[in-house]
């Protein structure tokens, strides 16, 4: 039986450019499957970013498309992602952000379970106590019954990378409008510029993971395999996946940092 695809899906915006060079360059470097002649990156990237990317030199491996981004830029990037499954025919799409880096080699095998994805997950009544006890705002559940119309249980952005047949995105995008009788766009649509000072005061419109999460748990539940991250023995997959923080992190010693781990 042929090997379902996977392609890579990150939606970036001009100030993660930087991030994203080393992204990509940790791909070409440690993603195993970066040779195999179907598989792509998937780039979706605001349209000022067009003159940058375009010097760049990862080849025909790397797709950029280009759209017009909402003046909330955080909760827009999370209404693309979950339109991946529209730039490409791949049965499986990974998404990762632009300030993800594969420092180790890997490949499908150590984020699947066999031909499952993993998810992982956690109570949401946990870390709602857990976010009261530091006196901090958790807005996910609130937000998938706003989106969903269903109460969630769980929690699913909890380790990355992420995994999701393609299917999984049609019918998260299908469960969300026939909820609401309203086009995706309108439905997620958020006009307040996003400031990550601001984050719990931010008006959220928009989760992609846990709506994702949620129709897979609830509709496809035997096509993945679910565990819950307190549980998990050993991170194996964010040290092979390094998640950065793009909004604080990116400094002269951080690209130091990068370049001596690009360099091994």
């Known amino acids: 039986m042929k090997t379902p ?8 915006w001009r100030n993660d450019l930087c ?3 080393y992204s990509l360059s940790f791909l070409q470097k440690n993603w195993l499957e970066w040779l195999e002649p179907d598989s792509r990156i998937i780039v979706i990237a605001d349209a000022n970013c067009r003159d940058v990317v375009e010097q760049w030199g990862f080849g025909p491996k790397v797709r950029y498309y280009y ?7 955080y909760n827009h990037a999370q209404f ?6 529209e730039f490409t025919d791949a049965e499986l799409i990974m998404l990762i952000d632009s300030d993800m880096m594969m420092i180790e ?10 031909d499952r994805p993993v998810i992982h997950w956690e ?6 106590a857990h976010y009261a006890s530091i006196n901090a705002v958790f807005p996910w559940p609130t937000l998938v019954k706003r989106l969903t119309k269903i109460e969630p249980e769980k929690e699913y952005m909890q380790i990355q990378p992420m995994i999701y047949r393609a299917d999984t995105f049609r019918g998260t995008r299908r469960l969300i409008t026939q909820a609401h009788g309203w086009p995706l766009e309108q439905i997620a649509f958020s006009g307040v510029p996003f400031d990550p000072i ?12 846990n709506c994702l999460g949620l129709y897979a748990d609830l509709y496809q539940h035997d096509l993945y395999e679910w565990r819950q991250s307190k549980w998990e023995p050993s991170n194996t997959r964010q040290r ?9 992190q990116w400094n002269d010693q951080t690209q130091i940092e990068l370049d001596k781990l690009l360099a091994k």
């Open 5 to 12: 695809r996977l392609d890579i899906f990150v939606k970036t």
């Open 19 to 21: 991030w994203l060079s």
């Open 67 to 73: 759209c017009t981004p909402w003046p909330d830029g």
């Open 80 to 85: 693309m992602k979950v339109r991946a499954d």
């Open 105 to 114: 080699p890997a490949s499908r095998k150590d984020f699947m379970d066999g």
């Open 123 to 128: 109570y949401c009544a946990e870390l709602l």
């Open 198 to 209: 601001k984050f719990e005061q931010h008006p959220h419109s928009f989760t992609d993971h």
């Open 240 to 248: 092979k996946l390094t998640w950065f923080h793009s909004w604080t």
